[in-house]
């Protein structure tokens, strides 16, 4: 009986750690045609709460995104990159990375749930994933004593 009630509370703690508080997403938000600083973050500058951003309350934005856009032409002799960062409210059904390409444009779009996350490559750990660690170390270590 010890094992399923620690079982019991670790499912619980996962349950909790997934209710969101009310506040909302904050996510850094700029272009690096208007703010040349956007391609690499180094600090919360550009760090928004995207609910006071946000222009229709009929979309609850929970999502950071970064939008890379690489423009290159041979024809045309020409060269051009963007980054965007935005806070979003439309998740890809799948995943959190994904890439498009045609002959003459490239763009690589991520997105992210976590306040900040989408600052650059850096790795973000979530509570959720914190808690399910511990718990399932917890469980093992039970198991195995």
Known sequence: ??????????????????????????????????????????????LVDCLKTNPDPEKNHTICRKEVFS?????????SSRTIRTCGYQKHPKFSCFYNSNHDLKETICECEQDGCNAGSTLHFTFQFLVFSLFTSYLMLSIIT
């Open 1 to 46: 009986m010890n094992n399923f009630s620690n079982f019991i509370l670790g499912v619980l703690l996962l349950v909790l750690s997934q209710v969101m508080i009310g506040t909302s997403i904050k996510c850094h938000v700029c272009n690096s045609l208007y703010n040349e600083s956007c391609d690499v973050i180094e600090d919360n500058r550009y």
């Open 71 to 79: 423009v290159s032409s041979v024809e045309f002799e020409m060269s």
